[in-house]
């Protein structure tokens, strides 16, 4: 059983950045593909991006290319995701995903308990 906790959620103004962490236990991290979704109030969860279990591929949603990054730290057990450019669009409860391939990181085995990001204008 994998236990996901993620962390750095906030409140930041439209145009700056965040730093979010997704600290993973009690299985084989370095075996799994992680992803992030998000969900906004009133809406289906979305998903954000996800990196596959050395790092070498990425996937990302049309919403955030260019602007976030994921990537992961096997030795730490940890996977981040770096916003930039954040605007009020991008307000949501963040969550932290893990499956054991990236191709059905749509379908997690794993989810954490989410983390707030507010954007304000």
């Known amino acids: 059983q994998v236990q996901l906790v993620e962390s750095g959620g906030g409140l930041v103004q439209a145009g700056g950045s965040l730093r979010l962490s997704c600290a993973a236990s009690g299985g084989t991290f370095s075996t799994y593909a992680m992803g992030w979704f998000r969900q906004a109030p009133g809406k289906e969860r979305e998903f954000v991006t996800a990196i596959n279990w050395s790092g070498g591929r990425t996937v990302y949603g049309d919403s955030v290319k260019g602007r976030f990054t994921i990537s992961r730290g096997n030795a730490k057990n940890t996977v981040y995701l770096q916003m930039n450019s954040l605007n009020p669009e991008d307000t949501a409860v963040y969550y932290c995903?893990?499956?054991?391939?990236?191709?059905?990181?749509?379908?997690?085995?794993?989810w954490g308990q989410g983390t707030q990001v507010t954007v304000s204008s």
């Open positions: 995903a893990a499956s054991a391939i990236i191709a059905t990181i749509q379908r997690p085995d794993y």
